[in-house]
C-alpha cells in the first residue's frame, strides 16, 4: 500500500485489503467463467459439427444458391457487400435434360428383329401391306464373367535310331512352358488381374471373392489367393524402385497420409494405427502416383526421402511438414481446399453469418479462376496472367479480412481455429500464384487416396506390414494406370503377362504405367476386349 493509505485509520486501511482482494478473486472468477464459456461454445460447436458429418450431406462443394438460400434470415446482410471486391464471372449454362443416355457404340451388338405375323400383313382390303420403315431401341443385357481353362499340351519328343545315346540333351526332349507369372501354379496373369482388381479397385475383400468363385463353380480359397497376390507383389518391387526414381524429377509432388491397422508388426500392438503415404508426382503430363507404408506418421520419413529432392511439395496444414519445406532446395505450397474445410466446419458448428459467407465467396473466387484455365486448357504463361489479374486482388482483399478478424476471435472456437489455419499458412497457401504446375488444392492426392479408404471400410486391416506394402505397390500401380487413362484390370492383365518375361530395368521401364498405351493393350488382347 501506498503512504496514504498507511495513514488512514486501521479499520479503513483494512477495508480497503478486503476489498482488494475480493476484487483480485472476482477478477479470477471472472476469468475462469470466460475460459468456461469458451469451452462450452467449443463443445456446442463439436457437438453440431459431429451431428453434421453424421446426418447431412458430406460435401464440401458451396453454390451460389446455397450462400444465399441457406441463409435467409441473413438475407440483408448476405445481399450487402464490402465495396471493390474483386469478383470473378463463371460463365453460365444450360441444364441437360434427363432421360436415358445413349449406349457406348464400343459395345458389341446382337440385333433382334420383330415381324408382324403374316396373317397381319394383309390388309383388310384385301392387298398385302409394304414395309415402309423401322422402330429402333436398344437395351443393356450382360451375360456374368465366363471362367475358362487354359489347357497347355506339350509334346514331347526322342529319337528311336540311338535313344538319345548320341544327344546331349537326353533321351527325351519336352516342349518348354513360356515364362510364368506364377510358376507351378494354375493361376494365369488374367485371373490374377481379375482378383488384384476386385481387392484394390472395387474394394472385395478375398473372403467375398471366394464366394463369388463358389458361385462360378470354383473352389479357390482365399488363402490360395493371397499367396498369388504375395508372388506377384515380389515381382514388382522393381517397378516400385523405378517409380520412385521417376518421382524424384518431378518438379512438383503432392503428398497426403491416411491411416491403416495393421497386424503382426514388431514391437506394436494390432491396434496400433499405421499410415499409407501417398505422393503424386505431377509434370503437366503422365502424372504418377506412388503410395508407401510406414509404421508411423513420423515426418522424419518424408524428410528422409525427400532431402535431395529439388522442386514443389504441396500439403495440408499439418506441422510435421514444415521440416520438409525448411530445406533450400524446396519450394513448400498449401492447400486451399483444407483451409476452405476449416471455415465450412466453422459454418456448421456455429451457424451462418456475414463473416463466413464472405470468406467462402471470396475462396469461390479463387476457385473460379482455376475452373475457368481447366475449361480453356490454358498454356503456363496465360495462367500466371489470369492468376496475377483475378486471384492476386482476391487473396489481398480475403488477407485483410481474416486479419481484421484475428484478434477479435476466441482462438478456440471453430472459426478462430479456421483463421489461424489459414493465416498460419499463408505464405504456403499463395505459393501457386507464381507457379503454373501448382494447383490450387491438394485434391489430386485425396482423390488418389479415396480408393484406399474406400478399400480399407471393407478389408479393415493388413494382415503384416508384407501385406500392406503389397497394398502399397498394387495401389501405386493401379492409380498411376487411371491417372494415365488406362483402364486399370487390362493395364494389370498387361502388366502380368508381360513381367515374367522381363530381363532387364529397361524391359521393367516399358511396363511403367505412363509408359503403356491403350493402343498396346488392346493389340495385345484384341481378341478378348469389347
Known amino acids: 500500500m501506498d503512504a496514504t493509505v498507511n495513514n488512514l485509520p486501521d479499520d479503513v486501511a483494512s477495508l480497503k485489503v478486503i476489498v482488494s482482494t475480493y476484487q483480485q478473486r472476482v477478477d479470477i472468477l471472472t476469468e475462469e467463467k470466460k475460459q468456461r464459456d469458451q469451452r462450452i461454445n467449443f463443445l456446442e460447436e463439436e457437438l453440431r459439427l459431429l451431428k453434421d458429418r453424421m446426418f447431412n450431406k458430406k460435401s464440401e462443394k458451396v453454390t451460389e444458391d446455397e450462400l444465399l438460400q441457406g441463409r435467409l434470415f441473413d438475407e440483408a446482410e448476405v445481399n450487402s457487400k464490402p465495396e471493390d471486391v474483386p469478383t470473378v464471372e463463371v460463365k453460365s449454362y444450360r441444364r441437360k435434360k434427363g432421360g436415358k443416355k445413349k449406349l457406348p457404340e464400343k459395345l458389341p451388338r446382337v440385333t433382334i428383329e420383330h415381324d408382324l405375323p403374316e396373317e397381319e400383313k394383309q390388309c383388310e382390303c384385301g392387298h398385302m401391306k409394304e ?49 510364368q507369372l506364377i510358376p507351378q501354379g494354375m493361376a494365369t496373369p488374367g485371373l490374377v488381374a481379375y482378383i488384384t482388381a476386385g481387392k484394390y479397385i472395387d474394394g472385395t475383400p478375398l473372403y467375398r471373392l471366394e464366394k463369388i468363385f463358389t458361385r462360378f463353380g470354383v473352389e479357390l480359397s482365399r488363402q490360395t489367393m493371397c499367396n498369388w497376390l504375395m508372388t506377384t507383389y515380389e515381382k514388382t518391387k522393381n517397378l516400385m524402385e523405378l517409380l520412385w526414381d521417376d518421382l524424384s524429377s518431378y518438379p512438383l509432388i503432392g503428398i497426403d497420409e491416411t491411416r491403416v491397422q495393421v497386424l503382426k508388426e514388431p514391437g506394436r500392438k494390432n491396434t496400433s494405427l499405421s499410415y499409407m503415404w501417398v505422393f503424386r508426382g505431377e509434370c503437366g503430363s503422365s502424372p504418377l502416383l506412388l503410395f508407401r507404408y510406414q509404421p508411423t506418421r513420423s515426418p522424419m520419413y518424408v524428410e528422409k526421402l525427400l532431402k535431395d529432392y529439388r522442386g514443389t511439395i504441396q500439403t495440408d496444414g499439418y506441422a ?55 475449361e480453356n486448357n490454358l498454356d503456363n504463361n496465360n495462367i500466371l496472367k489470369l492468376r496475377d489479374e483475378k486471384s492476386r486482388p482476391v487473396l489481398d482483399d480475403l488477407h485483410k479480412l481474416l486479419m481484421n478478424k484475428h484478434e477479435t476471435i476466441p482462438p478456440k472456437s471453430k472459426l478462430g481455429e479456421a483463421i489461424s489455419y489459414t493465416l498460419d499458412d499463408w505464405d504456403k497457401l499463395i505459393v501457386y500464384l507464381d507457379n503454373p504446375l501448382v494447383p490450387i488444392d491438394n485434391n489430386p492426392v485425396e482423390n488418389a487416396i479415396r480408393p ?54 529397361e524391359d521393367l521401364r516399358k511396363l511403367l504405367p505412363y509408359k503403356v498405351t491403350t493402343e498396346i493393350i488392346r493389340k495385345e488382347f484384341a481378341k478378348d476386349m469389347l
Open 452 to 505: 484406399f479408404v474406400i478399400g480399407r471400410k471393407n478389408w479393415l486391416f493388413s494382415g503384416s506390414p508384407r501385406g500392406a506394402n503389397a497394398s502399397a505397390a498394387f495401389y501405386s500401380l493401379i492409380e498411376t494406370a487411371k491417372a494415365n487413362n488406362l483402364e486399370p484390370y487390362w493395364y494389370l492383365r498387361y502388366l502380368f503377362t508381360k513381367l515374367p518375361y522381363c530381363e532387364c530395368v
Open 320 to 374: 510435421g511438414y514444415d521440416r520438409i519445406g525448411r530445406y533450400e532446395s524446396i519450394v513448400h505450397a498449401g492447400c486451399w481446399a483444407h483451409a476452405r474445410r476449416k471455415f465450412i466446419e466453422a459454418e456448421k458448428a456455429g451457424g451462418s453469418n456475414e463473416y463466413i459467407t464472405e470468406v467462402l465467396k471470396l475462396i469461390g473466387n479463387l476457385y473460379a479462376v482455376e475452373k475457368h484455365i481447366r
Open 131 to 179: 414395309r415402309i420403315g423401322t422402330v429402333e431401341s436398344e437395351r443393356l443385357d450382360i451375360i456374368p464373367a465366363k471362367i475358362r481353362v487354359e489347357k497347355h499340351i506339350r509334346y514331347k519328343y526322342a529319337c528311336k535310331q540311338c535313344e538319345g545315346v548320341e544327344s546331349s540333351k537326353g533321351a527325351v526332349q519336352t516342349a518348354k512352358l513360356p515364362p
